[in-house]
């Protein structure tokens, strides 16, 4: 009987074969899942487990007379082929899949899989001689790793990370935005798992030692006997198996202990460490939460009754430490709670995380978000609602987000809508076309009369088609959606800010060039002894026609060097090398010449540069940032380059890239130069520009008294030297502070002014933003921090 067993056909071995080349070609569609790194390592580990578990029940079963150490021998083989054929198909791979990121070498592979493998090996073996009859062993096995997976899943549940570290699967050490790499923790995590396998192998070996025959009908075993270095071994792969799953994973009790100051208002509890964060911070992130709740809540026309936790990080740094989310905040809907990352008021992504949790109540799912049988979640759905409901967090450039999603179609995007409604569809995608597309997707449906109700129902089922009427109501709709972007007017510089911005691709997808990068390395050594001409030598011996990316890296490395003149004509040459679909970037890119050539003390090149930059279609900010270097620099031209005053302006514009030590005296400097009797001979465009930068930097600073004072000056003398631009500039920069001062109802009143007189949808959200914060820090101090923390900071 034992024999018949023994010859029986074995299936599951070349399966696990065939899993594993699958799984490796199938990941070959990401440069960063198909190439050898921690990513691959864990999905292998995860998806191979259980067939190298099974395959090892199934020999095991067979009982073979062999003996257990033979048994694991030959299971060894079937890992070396496997664990072989993967590597060389994922090597073959990589010579044309270059990931960004992510440690891309074999041994994070090797580590991640390996130790997994091999416990999983002798494990399948003590289960199959132990039940003996295969379809028992095999049926309990399935039971078993059904159970586990089961019991995995409810943990994660309970206790949601970006961090997962199993012996018998891998160790995911966080969110994949920058790659993975493999924590100091996993070492000796890795450790206990060979000291695992080391004790199983005893073990077998002593339970199940080779059977000799003498004759037909003589039978000898050798005698059973077990290594006393067994229990030790066991004991200290135990101690290093448990010390380091809890640094690999962090439990919810170790987070509860470290942030236990706490604060609530209403509905809303914010968690932070006192030990990295003050109770100023918290109180502020409080407000801020408060704030957004009630936004939300008359948005949404949610009861929002339930009690929602805000753990707040001091930095990205202690955010991953706890949760693995190394580069993102995030929301667990089902759990009532957000991370986020940095006491910051206005926070960039408060907003966005609240409107997950808030919006749980519209759906009963396991994870209170759209999904498919509680399971296949629907992103676009999601993502899409959170943008859509916060347009002050969502305006970039000068764009609304229909205004970003329309630049993007007309860029030529590679990006349908319909592809944004599945899970896989969304995630393969870049975040930031994603993201953008979903949310204009969804503030459009939100427009209509019953739109809200429409969204909402889509929100609860998590199908939009049941929700539009039907799969061809939704496929008319989306295309109709699709076309009315592409038809959409835009400002002249909306495609420019979208080719800058959506150009990226998915890190799934984003390729990049090693011996580009190895090369930048050497150019960045070369530079750095002294010699441009070797530098561009060994540059064109890779490029014969220097790309942008390799100019303007010679243009960093200069100036860093303090060597302005070179480093212009780089800046310059890297500009020229942009396509001409790259129009924001290159307006960019000749303010930074312009900038390097003022350094070097070009003033007839300076000018040129700024005026292409002036020339060029970019967004309100960037262009008043033109403008204001064009009559600078065009004041000093007109007067034979003796123009003391624009001097200093531009001196201090450009104090961080000249290296000066202590801006807070070139401001003061900069004041003096207005009083002095060389500055009433400047024109009164330059002394207007000149006096608002000193007062926009004033409120900036934090000195609210002297910036409302130089605010004040302007507005009642220089309305008629300063363009209309800047001027409303003056009106808002008064009005902010007044706010920032104390003077709240002055400052409410300020922007209250703005928001009657301006057509733009744009300034109008800002200006009812910055209304709101206002009135609520008059209503009550405790919301003063709403205004911003220390009152610094841009506006």
């Given at each position: 009987?034992?024999?018949?067993?023994q010859?029986?056909?074995?299936?599951l071995?070349?399966?696990?074969?065939?899993?594993?080349?699958?799984?490796?070609?199938?990941l070959?569609?990401s440069?960063?899942?198909?190439?050898?790194?921690?990513?691959?390592?864990?999905?292998?580990?995860?998806?191979g487990?259980?067939?190298?578990?099974f395959?090892?029940?199934?020999?095991?079963?067979?009982?073979?007379?062999k003996?257990?150490?033979?048994?694991?021998?030959?299971?060894?083989?079937?890992?070396?082929?496997g664990?072989?054929?993967?590597?060389?198909?994922?090597?073959?791979?990589?010579?044309?899949?270059?990931?960004?990121?992510?440690?891309?070498?074999f041994?994070?592979?090797?580590?991640?899989?390996i130790?997994?493998?091999?416990?999983?090996?002798?494990?399948?073996?003590h289960?199959?001689?132990?039940?003996?009859?295969?379809?028992?062993?095999?049926?309990?096995a399935?039971?078993a790793?059904?159970?586990?997976?089961?019991?995995?899943?409810?943990?994660?549940?309970?206790?949601?990370?970006?961090?997962?570290?199993s012996q018998?699967?891998?160790?995911?050490?966080g969110?994949?935005?920058?790659?993975?790499?493999?924590?100091?923790?996993?070492?000796?995590?890795?450790l206990a798992?060979?000291g695992?396998?080391?004790?199983?192998?005893?073990?077998g070996?002593?339970l199940?030692?080779?059977?000799?025959?003498?004759?037909?009908?003589?039978?000898s075993?050798?005698?059973?006997r077990?290594?006393l270095?067994?229990?030790?071994?066991?004991?200290?792969?135990g101690?290093?198996?448990?010390?380091?799953q809890?640094?690999?994973?962090?439990?919810?009790?170790?987070?509860?202990?470290?942030?236990?100051?706490?604060?609530?208002?209403?509905a809303?509890?914010?968690?932070?460490?006192?030990?990295h964060?003050?109770?100023?911070k918290?109180?502020?992130?409080?407000?801020?939460?408060t704030?957004?709740?009630?936004?939300i809540k008359?948005?949404?026309?949610?009861?929002?009754?339930t009690?929602?936790?805000?753990?707040?990080?001091?930095?990205?740094?202690?955010?991953?430490r706890?949760?693995?989310?190394?580069?993102?905040d995030?929301?667990l809907?089902?759990?009532?709670?957000?991370?986020?990352a940095?006491?910051?008021?206005?926070?960039?992504s408060?907003?966005?995380?609240?409107?997950?949790?808030m919006?749980?109540?519209?759906?009963?799912?396991?994870?209170a978000?759209?999904?498919?049988?509680?399971?296949?979640?629907?992103?676009?759905?999601t993502?899409?609602?959170?943008m859509?409901i916060?347009?002050?967090?969502?305006?970039r450039?000068?764009?609304?987000?229909?205004e970003?999603?329309?630049?993007?179609?007309q860029?030529?995007?590679?990006?349908?809508?319909?592809?944004l409604?599945?899970?896989?569809?969304?995630?393969?995608?870049a975040?930031?076309?994603?993201?953008?597309?979903?949310?204009?997707?969804?503030?459009e449906?939100?427009?209509?009369?019953?739109?809200?109700?429409?969204?909402?129902?889509?929100?609860?089922?998590?199908?939009a088609?049941?929700?539009?009427?039907?799969?061809?109501?939704?496929?008319?709709?989306?295309?109709s959606?699709?076309k009315?972007?592409?038809?959409?007017k835009?400002?002249?510089?909306a495609?420019g800010?979208?080719y800058?911005?959506?150009s990226?691709?998915?890190?799934?997808?984003?390729?990049?060039?090693?011996?580009?990068?190895?090369r930048?390395?050497?150019?960045?050594?070369?530079?750095s002894?002294?010699?441009?001409?070797?530098?561009?030598?060994?540059?064109?011996?890779?490029?014969?026609?220097?790309?942008?990316?390799?100019l303007?890296l010679?243009?960093?490395?200069?100036?860093?060097?303090?060597?302005?003149?070179?480093?212009?004509?780089?800046?310059?040459?890297?500009?020229?090398?942009?396509?001409?679909?790259?129009?924001?970037?290159?307006?960019?890119?000749w303010?930074?010449?312009?900038?390097?050539?003022w350094?070097?003390?070009?003033?007839e090149?300076?000018?040129?540069?700024?005026?292409?930059?002036?020339?060029a279609?970019l967004?309100?900010?960037?262009?008043?940032?033109?403008?204001?270097?064009?009559?600078?620099?065009?004041?000093?031209?007109?007067?034979a380059?003796?123009?003391?005053?624009?001097?200093?302006?531009?001196?201090?514009?450009?104090?961080?890239?000249?290296?000066?030590?202590?801006?807070?005296?070139?401001?003061?400097?900069?004041?003096?130069?207005?009083?002095?009797?060389?500055?009433?001979?400047?024109?009164?465009?330059?002394r207007?520009?000149v006096?608002?930068l000193?007062?926009r930097?004033?409120?900036?600073r934090?000195?609210?008294?002297?910036g409302?004072?130089?605010m004040?000056?302007?507005?009642?003398?220089h309305?008629q030297?300063?363009?209309?631009?800047?001027?409303q500039e003056?009106?808002?920069g008064?009005?902010?502070?007044?706010?920032?001062?104390?003077?709240?109802?002055l400052?409410?009143?300020?922007?209250?002014?703005l928001?009657?007189?301006e057509?733009?949808?744009l300034?109008?959200?800002?200006y009812?933003d910055?209304?709101?914060?206002?009135?609520?820090?008059l209503?009550?101090?405790?919301?003063?921090?709403?205004?911003?923390?220390?009152?610094?900071?841009g506006?």
């Amino acid at each position: 009987m034992r024999s018949q067993r023994q010859n029986e056909l074995d299936l599951l071995n070349p399966l696990t074969l065939l899993v594993m080349v699958g799984l490796a070609l199938g990941l070959g569609f990401s440069p960063l899942l198909g190439t050898p790194g921690a990513e691959s390592a864990f999905i292998l580990g995860a998806v191979g487990a259980p067939f190298v578990f099974f395959g090892a029940v199934r020999r095991g079963v067979s009982q073979s007379e062999k003996g257990f150490v033979n048994d694991v021998i030959m299971q060894l083989m079937v890992l070396v082929v496997g664990l072989s054929l993967f590597a060389l198909i994922l090597w073959i791979q990589s010579f044309s899949l270059h990931a960004c990121v992510g440690e891309q070498t074999f041994v994070p592979l090797l580590l991640g899989t390996i130790p997994v493998f091999l416990l999983n090996t002798v494990l399948g073996l003590h289960f199959g001689r132990l039940f003996r009859h295969k379809w028992l062993a095999l049926a309990l096995a399935g039971a078993a790793w059904v159970g586990m997976t089961g019991f995995w899943f409810l943990q994660w549940h309970s206790e949601p990370s970006f961090r997962f570290a199993s012996q018998l699967l891998g160790i995911l050490s966080g969110d994949l935005f920058q790659g993975l790499q493999t924590p100091m923790a996993g070492y000796p995590y890795r450790l206990a798992t060979m000291g695992y396998v080391a004790a199983l192998v005893a073990l077998g070996t002593g339970l199940y030692p080779r059977v000799s025959r003498a004759s037909l009908s003589a039978i000898s075993q050798r005698q059973r006997r077990y290594p006393l270095w067994l229990i030790p071994v066991l004991l200290v792969s135990g101690w290093l198996d448990f010390s380091n799953q809890q640094k690999l994973v962090p439990s919810h009790q170790q987070l509860t202990e470290a942030y236990h100051f706490t604060m609530t208002k209403g509905a809303i509890t914010v968690h932070a460490n006192p030990n990295h964060l003050n109770a100023d911070k918290v109180a502020a992130i409080l407000a801020e939460a408060t704030l957004w709740h009630e936004r939300i809540k008359a948005r949404l026309q949610l009861e929002a009754t339930t009690p929602i936790h805000v753990w707040l990080h001091a930095n990205d740094k202690e955010r991953g430490r706890w949760t693995g989310a190394h580069h993102v905040d995030f929301a667990l809907p089902w759990r009532g709670e957000l991370h986020i990352a940095e006491a910051l008021i206005p926070h960039n992504s408060l907003g966005h995380e609240l409107v997950h949790v808030m919006a749980a109540e519209l759906n009963d799912s396991l994870f209170a978000v759209p999904s498919q049988m509680g399971i296949w979640v629907n992103p676009g759905l999601t993502e899409g609602l959170a943008m859509a409901i916060t347009p002050e967090l969502t305006s970039r450039n000068g764009l609304l987000l229909e205004e970003q999603a329309a630049a993007m179609m007309q860029t030529g995007t590679a990006i349908k809508s319909k592809d944004l409604l599945s899970f896989s569809g969304f995630w393969q995608q870049a975040p930031a076309r994603a993201y953008t597309l979903a949310g204009a997707l969804i503030h459009e449906l939100l427009r209509a009369d019953d739109g809200l109700e429409r969204v909402k129902e889509m929100y609860r089922s998590g199908d939009a088609a049941t929700a539009m009427g039907g799969k061809s109501q939704l496929k008319e709709h989306l295309q109709s959606f699709e076309k009315a972007l592409r038809r959409q007017k835009l400002p002249n510089y909306a495609l420019g800010v979208a080719y800058q911005r959506f150009s990226r691709e998915s890190i799934l997808k984003e390729t990049c060039d090693p011996d580009q990068m190895a090369r930048a390395k050497d150019i960045r050594k070369t530079l750095s002894s002294g010699s441009l001409a070797d530098a561009k030598s060994l540059a064109r011996e890779y490029e014969p026609t220097l790309s942008q990316e390799t100019l303007l890296l010679f243009a960093r490395t200069l100036s860093r060097q303090k060597k302005w003149s070179a480093a212009t004509a780089e800046a310059v040459a890297s500009a020229n090398a942009l396509p001409d679909e790259a129009a924001f970037e290159k307006g960019r890119r000749w303010i930074y010449a312009g900038d390097l050539a003022w350094l070097a003390r070009d003033t007839e090149q300076a000018g040129i540069l700024w005026g292409r930059a002036l020339k060029a279609n970019l967004p309100p900010s960037w262009a008043r940032l033109a403008k204001a270097k064009n009559q600078l620099i065009q004041s000093i031209q007109a007067n034979a380059g003796i123009a003391s005053l624009a001097h200093h302006a531009l001196d201090y514009l450009l104090t961080p890239k000249n290296g000066k030590p202590d801006p807070g005296l070139s401001l003061a400097l900069l004041e003096r130069a207005l009083h002095e009797p060389t500055a009433a001979q400047a024109p009164r465009t330059v002394r207007a520009l000149v006096r608002y930068l000193v007062a926009r930097q004033f409120v900036q600073r934090g000195a609210a008294d002297e910036g409302v004072m130089q605010m004040l000056f302007l507005a009642e003398n220089h309305q008629q030297d300063l363009p209309r631009e800047f001027y409303q500039e003056v009106l808002k920069g008064l009005a902010e502070a007044h706010l920032r001062r104390g003077d709240y109802a002055l400052g409410v009143a300020g922007y209250e002014i703005l928001l009657e007189d301006e057509p733009e949808a744009l300034a109008r959200i800002a200006y009812r933003d910055r209304i709101q914060r206002g009135k609520r820090a008059l209503a009550n101090p405790a919301d003063q921090a709403l205004l911003g923390l220390n009152a610094k900071g841009g506006y």
